[in-house]
């Protein structure tokens, strides 16, 4: 009897409350909705087929390794994300995301809080700031550089 009370308290808070699993990432896991609140993020978006983004994925990488550092140690965090423009979604996205080498977080879903972009051109990476709005849109190859520049200006 207290099993099926507590399988339907369960129940209900999943169902009426919204105790969501989160923003689905390419690896699997989920983070929650509100896992980046306070914080700025850089969502760089890319595809197989754009040249550019190919280039430009180790500079990523290295600002991601460096996410932790001195840098966004400041009052602001920043995070980096990954969006695939042709929204793949799951063994798709992980095979993609381990053939370009991509070592930051991918989104397999857009959260919902968070501004619609109409992306005309790859790469775009987009600076969202910590009220989830749309700060501004970085066309182009990215470099580990243009990145703390922006933040900085934005700051």
Known sequence: MVRTYLLFLLT??????GCERGVLLAD????????????????????????PCWQEIPELNHFYALQDSAFNQ????????????DEQQGADLDALVEKM???FPVLEQWPEQWPQVDIKGLPATLL????????KVLWGPQSNASLHNAIEEAL
């Not at 699997?28 to 040249?51: D, L, M, T, Y």
């Open 28 to 51: 699997g896991n989920h983070a929650p909705q509100n896992n980046w609140q306070g914080q700025w993020r850089i969502v760089n978006v890319w595809a197989e087929w754009c040249k």
């Open 128 to 135: 969202i700031a910590p009220d989830d709005s749309l700060y």
């Open 74 to 85: 400041s009052q602001y965090s920043v995070r980096l994300l990954g969006w695939n423009f």
């Open 12 to 17: 209900g808070c999943l169902l009426l409350t």
């Open 101 to 103: 080498d991509i070592h």
